[in-house]
């Protein structure tokens, strides 16, 4: 007689309610019909990343057998896989991500799935390292290259991670936190011209000669301190346009801290030499600042004959994906194809 498996309780924590992000979300545990509820409510499950315009990416980019791809922001590996599916037997993928502490998990994960060692270089950089990259990898130049410049759900959603301002953690916001000073220590150091010009730049925030007055300089340790901060300085602002500019000021803080558009810039006038000819990139931005930059530079690559083909238009997610993902209504897809 089969005995029934006993019912396994969640751990109790302190209080009514859950505190801690380990805590609070059940998905986290990894129980799969938990994380499809989650997904058909629409919404992202912590500590996961959905891929974003899959399709579109693959019909871009056309992945063939044999060919050598970059993902250049590898993340948890969710575009990676499907591109490694249509390479293989005989193709070779390239992933990069600044983080360590997610590339680690995502190496682990593949091996999981079956993907042999010898189908993926995984290397911890940003898509600035793409020339030096390749080289290491054995390989000139790369038939299709892909960066998602989207933080991923693994780092927004956790809240030690300092990215987020929907729960209390630590502010930091780097992507590789052994590197560099944390969003915390940039602010307390950066004059109010600097932090001005960034809200401007990198955000496009409206208030940005009033926030930067009242947060450069300050001492905030906590994501929490620099919301509450942003909700101060616009106090006699509408509540809707107060949480706009919360969400705009991490943005740009994050962006200033990683030096993400200086990153892109690299990557942006490195791309032709990186690509072999008939290569294909496909660009995925979140914001206009990314998007002009990508757009200037596809536009200044084909008038140089760089680029034999560009994008005339934005590709955007479809209608189904927006309400089932909605982290995916912000992307912007452009793409290249390298001249013969």
């Known amino acids: 007689m089969n005995e029934e498996t006993p019912h396994r309780r969640r751990p109790r924590y302190a209080g009514k309610y859950p505190r801690r992000f380990d805590q609070k979300y059940k998905e986290l545990e990894g129980n799969a019909d938990t994380i499809a509820r989650v997904l058909a409510s629409g919404k992202t499950p912590a500590g996961r990343h959905v891929p974003i315009m899959v399709d579109e990416i693959l019909e871009v980019l056309d992945p ?41 998990k995502t190496e682990s994960a593949l091996h999981e799935e079956g993907f042999i060692s010898s189908a993926f270089t995984l290397r911890r950089s940003n898509f600035a390292g793409i020339h030096v990259a390749l080289l290491g990898s054995g390989f000139s130049g790369a038939d299709l290259v892909l960066a998602d410049l989207g933080v991923s759900s693994m780092q927004l959603d956790n809240p030690q991670r300092g990215f987020t301002w929907k729960s209390t953690g630590p502010l930091d916001m780097r992507m590789n936190p052994s590197k560099g000073a944390s969003a915390a220590q940039w602010l307390l150091k950066i004059s109010t011209e600097s932090l001005q010009e960034i ?142």
């Not at 931005?285 to 690559?301: I, L, N, Y």
């Open 64 to 104: 063939r057998p044999g060919q050598v791809c970059v993902d250049c922001t590898l993340g948890f590996g969710g575009h990676a896989r499907r591109l490694l599916e249509r390479i293989l037997p005989t193709g070779h993928l390239i992933g990069l991500d600044a983080d360590p502490l997610e590339i680690s």
């Open 199 to 340: 809200l401007s730049e990198n955000s496009d925030e409206p208030n940005a000669v009033v926030l930067a007055s009242k947060l450069a300089g300050r001492h905030l340790e906590t994501t929490t301190d620099l919301a509450d901060a942003i909700r101060e300085a616009l106090a006699s602002e509408p509540q809707e346009e107060i949480e706009k500019a919360v969400r705009r000021v991490f943005q740009a803080v994050r962006i200033a801290v990683n030096e993400e558009f200086t990153a892109l810039d690299t990557l942006l006038r490195h791309l032709p030499a990186c690509l072999n000819p008939g290569g294909r990139v496909a660009i995925m931005s979140f914001h206009s600042g990314e998007d002009r930059r990508v757009k200037k530079s596809f536009q200044a690559g084909l008038r140089d004959g760089a680029y034999s083909s560009i994008c005339k238009d934005v590709i955007r997610a479809g209608a189904a994906e927006c309400r089932a993902n909605p982290r995916s209504t912000a992307a912007k897809l452009r793409w290249a194809v390298r001249a013969v």
